[in-house]
């Protein structure tokens, strides 16, 4: 199935999504990979307020190239998820409704994802030019001091992406050479 | 014998335009294997994946961006002639032309100063110098960028010469298992065997300069190269870890004397972004 969504997202919009399915996403997605999710836990931790709304929020985990002179941001693909997953639950159980990255996720993050009725969608990793002309907009909100790492809310357009883990405890990087694997005999 | 002299200056123009090559146009061999294998996928989902993967060459073209956002860490090779001589400082002079080049082309800089400290050196230096000494006068510059989504997927296993090489293909296809979707597949392995613990990593990356359609020039392992090619494909991982038959674009084993205890294997793991670019200076 296909689907095209727009931020912000309710847990009703994304219960139909099944992992394996497409999703064109449109609207504000934020910006955060290690060293921001670590600042993150420590505001956290002091009581403090994150950088952008969580509720419904999508955030992508990524580091873009810089930009050049009049464009909105450089190449900007996604890195793995995995090294997230420490601070991941925290966060959906406060609100985060869908993450874009590549890679496997941890037990954990997937039990949350499903406690949570939330995503996680794949963009293609490696894509980093592709993924850059779907951004319309991009300013960093928060700790620019970290370049690339810097929290971003990005304005993007029809994104190209592919449900991982969805809420009812899908995984694509399960069933889908599964079923590759099964159509060719060999399981 | 004469010696000719080389300026630091002409090293640094060469790795500042092979930084700037490598990240935004990919080697003819390793495009050549990606459009093989789109046009030999069966598997829908994974088909449809490599054909974003082939729009995204011509975005990064049409666009003037690189190819992948994560356009590494530096590693320079230089095959020095021995009686060539380099006036100036050869390593401040690699680190020039990394600075200039990521600047700029506008990459990122991914570098940082210490790795418990965390803190980003702003100007993607320094770079990973590999020099090699070879007969003659010349200088062949290599830039390698490596990302960090496969690099952190590679591993070393110092086995035991009983394992042989039945050992080596269950460490390599182990590896290629628990890497899985991380490394951005379909995925390009450098493996070293053989050598000192050291010596067999840096073997696996200099495997990665291969190209991918130049087998070993040993046919016992050329052929062991195409076996792994083929086990590592019936893993069913697929492009992204979405299954389908494409995991594997290339394998390229280097191979070196060994210590009669010794059985090393090092699996270097790169990505469907495999990039180098070489130049003579």
Redesign the interface.
């Given at each position: 199935m296909r689907y095209a969504l727009q931020t912000p997202l309710s847990r009703e919009m994304l219960d139909p999504l099944r992992a394996g399915d497409t999703v064109l996403l449109s609207g504000t997605v934020y910006t955060a990979r290690d060293a921001a999710h670590a600042r993150m836990a420590a505001l956290l931790d002091a009581g403090g307020e994150l950088p952008f709304p969580l509720r419904g929020a999508a955030l992508y985990y990524v580091g873009p190239t810089p930009e050049r002179p009049g464009r909105p941001i450089g190449a900007a693909g996604p890195t793995t998820a995995g090294r997230m997953d420490g601070y991941t639950p925290r966060l959906l159980a406060l609100g985060l409704a869908c993450m874009i990255g590549k890679g496997k996720r941890s037990a954990a993050v997937k039990e949350s994802v499903v406690q949570n009725g939330a995503v996680y969608l794949g963009a293609i990793g490696g894509a980093g030019a592709l993924l850059a002309a779907c951004v319309e907009r991009c300013e960093i909100i928060a700790w620019p001091d970290l370049g690339c790492e810097a929290v971003r809310r990005l304005t993007v357009k029809d994104m190209p992406l592919t449900v991982l883990l969805d809420a009812h405890g899908g995984d694509l990087y399960e069933s889908g050479p599964a079923a590759w694997l099964a159509a060719q005999g060999r399981e | 014998m004469s010696v000719r002299t080389i300026p630091a200056a002409a090293i640094t123009q060469t790795v500042e335009r092979l930084c700037i090559e490598a990240n935004t146009q990919l080697p003819a061999d390793v495009r050549a294997a990606l459009d093989h294998a789109a046009a030999t996928e069966p598997?829908p989902?994974?088909r449809q994946?490599l054909g974003?993967?082939q729009?995204?060459?011509c975005?990064?073209r049409e666009?003037?961006?690189?190819?992948?956002?994560?356009?590494g860490m530096a590693c320079v090779f230089l095959e020095l002639g021995q009686d060539a001589h380099i006036e100036g400082d050869l390593a401040a002079a690699v680190d020039e032309g990394v600075r200039r080049g990521y600047e700029k082309a506008?990459?990122?800089?991914?570098v940082t100063a210490d790795p418990l400290r965390?803190v980003?050196t702003?100007d993607n230096t320094p770079a990973f110098l590999t020099v090699h000494l070879v007969p003659g006068s010349g200088c062949r510059v290599t830039v390698v960028p490596k990302?960090?989504?496969s690099e952190?997927m590679s591993r070393l296993a110092m086995l035991k010469p009983a394992d042989g090489v039945q050992g080596v293909k269950a460490f390599v296809l182990e590896t290629v298992r628990l890497a899985?979707?991380?490394p951005?597949p379909p995925i390009v392995l450098g493996i070293g065997i053989g050598g000192t613990f050291d010596g067999c990593a840096a073997l696996a990356k200099r495997a990665l300069l291969r190209p991918l359609d130049v087998p070993n020039k040993d046919p016992r392992y050329a052929a062991l190269e195409a076996e792994l090619l083929e086990a590592v494909n019936?893993?069913?991982?697929?492009p992204?870890?979405?299954?389908?038959?494409t995991t594997c674009l290339g394998v390229a084993i280097e191979q070196r004397p060994t210590h009669v205890a010794c059985l090393p294997v090092a699996v270097n793991v790169s990505?469907?972004?495999t990039r180098r670019a070489a130049a003579d200076v």
């Open positions: - | 598997w989902l994974a994946t974003l993967l729009q995204n060459l975005a990064a666009n003037d961006l690189p190819i992948c956002q994560d356009t506008y990459l990122r800089r991914s965390r980003n702003g990302g960090a989504g952190n899985g979707s991380n951005c019936a893993l069913g991982i697929g992204q870890g979405f299954g389908g038959k990505c469907h972004v």
